[in-house]
């Protein structure tokens, strides 16, 4: 089974470790490994996650966008991906001075059948806005917009993020505290562990709220036209993250769909009918049925299916 690897970037003190503590303490039965790639000669953040993690690799000196190539990232992301009992998730969380872009076709080039690439998860500081956010911006999957109680011009920052991608989800954060079901579902049946995380033993208060996503339904008896549909997952829509289920194009051809950001995996299943879930925030719920009821409505064309096959795995 191939296992999902989930890239968490941003700038120095955008609150990355804070969300990587955050998901850990609350795995909900999510088996973690993770590489923690740090700038310097002390691997701090190595010793910041290792309260509650089930596989771990880290990369000191260096960062993984210039200090390794695809072939050294497949690598360590494939020993991860061989723990036994297997990883539900592994999260790369980069240094501060990584490039988001380089990061993200680093993974990319390294996905293989062990692993593959689940998308970038942007960490911003709502107090203070790196100057290169607008390039990082346009490559994020999903944006965090952390500190934002505290930041004194709010409205400016999330009109950076609209003017450069007006599309991707946003969540406005305090101490990075988003729902880790938006990133992975927890394996049914399994056991929650008990160990607790470094910073629960710091006797940190998590009797919070954590910040909401939107989950939209869509189902559907008529096969879907799959150019149709393909297009609507390259437009968008605004505010899509994550979608999972079952999408059925007719004579056959039903698939296990896995997306996150721009990351598409289809699996041939048996069966009939559309089941679907989009996940994000900031989504219209009509017009994102209203979009997809239009690919059930419109007729496909004899090679309609070849731009289907090349995300089937």
Same mark, same amino acid.
């Given at each position: 089974m191939s296992v999902p690897v989930l890239a968490v970037a941003g700038f120095l003190g955008a609150g990355k470790t804070t969300l990587l503590n955050h998901l850990l303490h609350n795995a909900r039965g999510v088996r973690i490994g993770v590489l923690v790639n740090d700038f310097g000669a002390v691997n701090i953040d190595a010793m910041l996650v290792a309260g509650q993690v089930d596989a771990m690799a880290s990369l000191s000196n260096g960062c993984i966008c210039c200090a390794v190539d695809a072939d050294e990232a497949a690598d360590m992301l494939g020993k991860l991906a061989a723990v036994r009992p297997a990883l539900d998730l592994i999260v790369v969380e980069a =240094?501060?001075?990584?490039?988001?872009g380089t990061l993200?076709?680093?993974?990319?080039?390294?996905?293989?059948?062990r692993f593959h690439y689940a998308g970038l998860v942007l960490l911003v500081d709502a107090t203070n806005p790196a100057a290169e956010l607008a390039h990082a911006v346009r490559v994020a999957d999903l944006l965090v917009l952390n500190k934002i109680d505290d930041?004194?011009?709010?409205?400016a920052v999330r009109a950076i993020i609209a003017e450069h991608?007006?599309?991707v989800p946003v969540l406005e954060t305090n101490f990075a505290r988003i729902d880790p079901t938006l990133l992975i579902d927890p394996p049914a049946g399994r056991e929650p562990a008990a160990q607790m995380s470094?910073?629960?033993l710091l006797?940190?208060?998590?009797d919070h709220p954590h910040v909401e996503y939107q989950s939209i339904e869509f189902g559907c008896d008529t096969p879907l036209n799959?150019?149709?549909f393909l297009e609507f997952l390259r437009q968008g829509p605004p505010g899509l993250y994550r979608a999972k289920g079952f999408v059925d194009f007719g004579a056959g051809h039903r698939y296990l769909l896995q997306?996150?950001?721009? =990351?598409?995996?289809?699996s041939k299943q048996r069966g009939a009918g559309t089941e679907l879930v989009c996940i994000g925030a900031g989504m219209d719920a009509d017009a994102v049925r209203a979009a997809l009821q239009q690919c059930a409505t419109e007729p496909a064309d004899e090679n309609a299916m070849l731009g289907v096959f090349k995300y089937v795995v």
């Open positions: =240094s501060g001075v990584a490039e988001p993200a076709r680093t993974l990319i080039t390294a996905d293989d059948k930041a004194p011009d709010p409205d991608n007006p599309r470094l910073d629960e006797h940190d208060e998590h799959p150019r149709r997306l996150v950001g721009a =990351s598409l995996r289809l």
